[in-house]
C-alpha cells in the first residue's frame, strides 16, 4: 500500500484542477488575480516554496521568508533620508553583480555606475537602462528579466504619475518568467498599480555612523520586514554597511547581528516621530 | 682629509658584451679564441662593438675602427652584430633586474648598476641582495656577472673588476680609500692624457693621488683634477638614472603636485589596486609579489640620490593576489612601511611572480544565470524599438579623466 494513497492524491488534484471547464468563474477569478498579483498568488494546496537570489548576507536572507530576494517577485527598499536604503540596494546589486547579470533600470537618470563598482561590483555584469520616458524603462525591464537576469534594480523617482498603470503587473510576469528578481529603490511616490504588487518590503533606519580615523567609513543600519507576502512582517536585523573609503579593508555589507531591544525601541518611536532616521 | 662614513649601497655587475655572449651562445667552439664583433656605427663606419678577452688584452677597445682592430689583432674571428638580437636580450636581462629592483639602471651592454638601498624584508643585508640581483642576471643572460658593492659607482665598478665570475666583492664601509689605493691611475675613467701626467709626475696609483690635497690637483688638471681627487677617495657619485620602463603587470599615477603625507597616499589605494587588478584580470594571471615605488620630485638645485628620491616595498604573500580586495591589504601595510623623504610625485605599483589565479567558485548559489549573448540580442531589440542609447554597459576609464560618471567610464551601447 505504500506508493497507491500518492497516486490518488495526484489524481484527485487533477479532478478538481482550476484549468478544468466546468471550474468557469473560479478560474476567471484566479487567472484575474494571478494576472494582477503575479502568478502563483493562489495556489492549490501549500504553496509552492519560494526561491530566494541570495544576497551574500545571511541575517539578511534569514529575514526574507525565502532566504534572499525572492525571485519573480520585487521587493522593496525604504527609509528617511540618510537611512542607507540607498546604499543598502546598491551594495546587494553589486554583490549579485559579481557573479550574475544585474539589469538597473534608472529612471532617475542620475545614477552613478560607480557607486556599484565601489562596492566591488562587476561592471560587465551590469546592464545600465537610462530610459527617455517611463515606458521604454519598463519594457526594458521586462525584457531583460525575461532573458534571465538575475536582478532587476528600478532605481525610481517620482514615478507615481508617468508609470502606465499595466507595466507592474507586466513587469511581475517577467520576472516570474526569467526567475529574475526585481528590487525597487527610493520613490516615495509610486504608483499604486506598482505598490500593491511588492511583495516583500524592507524598511531600513540608521542606527549610528561607523566612523574610522577621524572619518565616517560606513552605517550601521537596522532593516525590518515591514511587508511581506511570504511570512508575518517584524523580523529585523543589523547590519553594517562600509562605504568605499581608499583604506577600508572591507567594502560593503557586514552583519551585526540581531537587534537589540532598546535599538528597536528607538526605531519604533522614529517611525511614531516621522523622524529622518526612520 | 677625514673620510666621511659612506654605507656601501650600490652595486655593479660587470658581464661579457651581450654581443659576445650571443656570440658564445652561436658559436660555443670559440671560448678562449680572439673574437671581434663588429658594426657600423651611426656615421656609417665599421667600428668593433665587443672584443673578447684575449682581443682585449691585444690592445682591441670598443668603438675602435675595424682596420685598426684587425692590424692589432689580425688573428680574431671576425662576427657582425645582430642588433635585433642584442636589444631583445638587452629587453630580458633589464626585466630581470627590474624584478630585483626598481633602482636599476642599464649600462653600456656590459655592466649595470642597482641602487641596494629600499626595503626588502627578505634580504636585510646588501650583499644577499647583490647576490639576488646577480642570479636573476644570470638567469636572463647565461653567464656569471661579478658584482661588486661599493658607495659610489667608481669604487663599486672596480670591486666588480676585482671580483672573480659569480662572487661579490665588497668595498669595505668608511674605506672606499684604502680599497682603491692600488688601483692604477690609467685605469680611471678620466682624460688619458692626464694619466699620462700624473704618471710624469710619478703619481702611478690612486693611493698616491690621495696624498695630494684637491686644490693642488685642481691647480695642476683643472676640473679633471676635482674628478681625480673624488675617484681616489671613492667619493664620486652614487647617483644612478634608474631605468623606467613600465614593469609588464603595473600601474603607475601621476600625482598632480608633489604629496607629503602618507595617510595622503593611501587615498589612493583603492584605485591602485583597483588598477593592477584589472591589469592581471586581462592577463589572467596572480602575482606572487607586488612592489610600491613612490618616486620623488627631482631637484636641479639640490641633487639627491636615487634612494632620496625613490621609496620601494615589496610583499610576497602566502597566496598569489588577482583581485582588488585581495591587494588591498598588502597595499596598504606597504603604504604604512613608506618613508618619504621627498615630496611623492610617481606611485607605482607592479606585480611579479606572475602565475596562474587561483580557482574559484562563483554564482553556484545563483541558480540560472543570464546567457551574455541572449542579453545582448534583447538589448539590441530595444534598441531597435526605441533607438540607441537605452541600454549602456559601462567600463572604467583608465587614468581617472574626470569627476562626472560620463567622463570616468566608457559608455557603450553594446
Not at chain 2, 604629496?259 to 597616499?265: C, N
Not at chain 2, 611579479?352 to 574559484?360: M, S
Request: net charge neutral.
Amino acid at each position: 500500500m505504500g506508493g497507491f494513497p500518492v497516486s490518488s492524491e495526484l489524481a484527485w488534484r487533477e479532478q478538481r484542477g482550476p484549468s478544468e471547464p466546468e471550474a468557469g468563474a473560479l478560474a476567471l477569478a484566479l487567472s484575474s488575480l494571478n494576472f494582477r498579483y503575479g502568478p502563483g498568488t493562489v495556489h492549490i494546496g501549500a504553496p509552492p516554496l519560494l526561491q530566494g537570489l541570495a544576497t551574500g548576507v545571511s541575517a539578511l536572507d534569514d529575514i526574507t521568508g525565502c532566504q534572499g530576494l525572492p525571485r519573480g517577485r520585487i521587493s522593496r527598499l525604504t527609509g528617511g533620508s540618510s537611512s542607507g536604503a540607498f546604499e543598502l540596494g546598491l551594495a546587494l546589486a553589486a554583490a549579485v553583480s559579481r557573479s550574475a547579470a544585474v539589469a538597473i533600470i534608472d529612471f532617475t537618470l542620475g545614477l552613478d555606475p560607480g557607486h556599484v563598482e565601489a562596492y566591488g561590483g562587476e561592471l560587465n555584469n551590469c546592464w545600465l537602462v537610462r530610459p527617455r520616458r517611463p515606458e521604454e524603462g519598463w519594457a526594458a525591464a521586462r525584457a531583460l528579466a525575461k532573458v534571465g537576469v538575475a536582478l532587476c534594480l528600478l532605481v525610481a523617482g517620482d514615478c507615481s504619475r508617468l508609470t502606465p498603470r499595466a507595466a507592474p503587473a507586466a513587469l511581475l510576469t517577467a520576472l516570474s518568467e526569467g526567475d529574475c528578481a526585481g528590487l525597487l529603490l527610493g520613490g516615495r511616490l509610486i504608483p499604486a498599480a506598482l505598490k500593491e504588487r511588492i511583495c516583500l518590503e524592507l524598511e531600513c533606519w540608521r542606527l549610528n555612523w561607523a566612523l574610522a580615523h577621524g572619518d565616517v567609513c560606513g552605517l550601521r543600519l537596522g532593516v525590518q520586514v515591514s511587508r511581506s507576502h511570504l511570512g508575518a512582517p517584524g523580523a529585523s536585523c543589523r547590519l553594517q554597511l562600509n562605504f568605499p573609503r581608499p583604506y577600508q579593508l572591507r567594502v560593503g555589507l557586514e552583519e551585526l547581528g540581531e537587534l537589540t531591544a532598546g535599538e528597536e525601541l528607538a526605531g519604533e518611536l522614529l517611525q511614531v516621530a516621522g523622524g529622518g532616521g526612520r | 682629509m677625514s673620510q666621511p662614513n659612506r654605507r656601501a649601497h650600490l652595486a655593479c655587475f660587470t658581464f661579457p658584451h651581450l654581443a659576445l655572449v650571443l656570440a658564445g651562445r652561436a658559436h660555443p667552439e670559440l671560448g678562449g679564441e680572439p673574437v671581434l664583433v663588429g658594426g657600423q656605427n651611426q656615421g656609417g663606419r665599421q667600428v668593433v662593438v665587443a672584443a673578447s678577452p684575449v682581443a682585449w688584452a691585444k690592445g682591441v677597445r670598443p668603438g675602435q675602427e675595424w682596420r685598426r682592430a684587425e692590424v692589432l689583432c689580425p688573428l680574431a674571428v671576425r662576427l657582425e652584430v645582430d642588433r635585433a638580437q642584442v636589444a631583445e636580450l638587452r629587453r630580458q636581462a633589464r626585466l630581470a633586474l627590474a624584478s630585483c629592483s626598481p633602482l636599476m639602471e642599464w649600462g653600456d651592454d656590459a655592466s649595470a648598476y642597482v641602487d641596494l638601498a629600499g626595503s626588502d624584508p627578505l634580504r636585510p643585508e646588501e650583499s644577499s641582495r647583490a647576490a639576488h640581483c646577480g642570479r636573476a642576471l644570470q638567469e636572463a643572460l647565461g653567464v656569471t656577472p661579478s658584482v661588486g658593492v661599493g658607495p659610489s659607482r667608481f669604487s663599486a665598478w672596480v670591486a666588480a673588476q676585482l671580483a672573480a665570475p659569480g662572487r661579490v666583492r665588497l668595498v669595505p664601509e668608511g674605506k672606499a680609500a684604502e680599497f682603491l689605493a692600488s688601483w692604477p691611475v690609467t685605469a680611471l675613467p678620466i682624460p688619458p692624457e692626464v694619466g699620462e701626467r700624473l704618471i710624469q709626475f710619478g703619481l702611478h696609483t690612486c693611493g698616491d693621488c690621495t696624498a695630494i690635497t684637491m686644490v693642488d690637483l685642481q691647480r695642476q688638471f683643472g676640473p679633471d683634477g676635482i674628478l681625480l681627487h673624488r675617484l681616489c677617495r671613492g667619493l664620486d657619485s652614487a647617483r644612478i638614472d634608474p631605468w623606467r620602463e613600465p614593469p609588464p603587470c603595473g600601474v603607475r599615477r601621476v600625482l598632480a603636485g608633489g604629496v607629503e603625507d602618507s595617510e595622503s597616499l593611501r587615498f589612493g589605494a583603492a584605485e591602485l589596486a583597483r588598477g593592477l587588478a584589472q591589469e592581471l584580470s586581462r592577463q589572467g594571471r596572480a602575482a606572487g609579489r607586488i612592489r610600491l615605488v613612490l618616486r620623488g620630485e627631482d631637484e636641479p638645485q639640490r641633487p639627491s640620490s636615487a634612494d632620496q628620491q625613490t621609496w620601494w616595498g615589496e610583499v610576497a604573500p602566502p597566496t598569489p593576489l588577482a583581485t582588488a580586495d585581495e591587494l588591498m591589504g598588502p597595499l596598504l601595510s606597504l603604504f604604512g612601511r613608506a618613508r618619504l623623504l621627498t615630496p611623492v610625485t610617481v606611485v607605482e605599483l607592479a606585480a611579479f611572480d606572475l602565475v596562474a589565479p587561483p580557482v574559484t567558485q562563483v554564482g553556484l548559489w545563483q541558480g540560472r544565470a543570464a546567457d551574455r549573448e541572449v542579453v545582448q540580442r534583447a538589448v539590441d531589440r530595444l534598441h531597435d524599438r526605441f533607438g540607441k542609447g537605452l541600454v549602456w554597459r559601462v567600463e572604467v576609464r583608465p587614468g581617472h579623466p574626470g569627476d562626472v560618471p560620463e567622463e570616468r567610464f566608457v559608455w557603450s551601447s553594446r
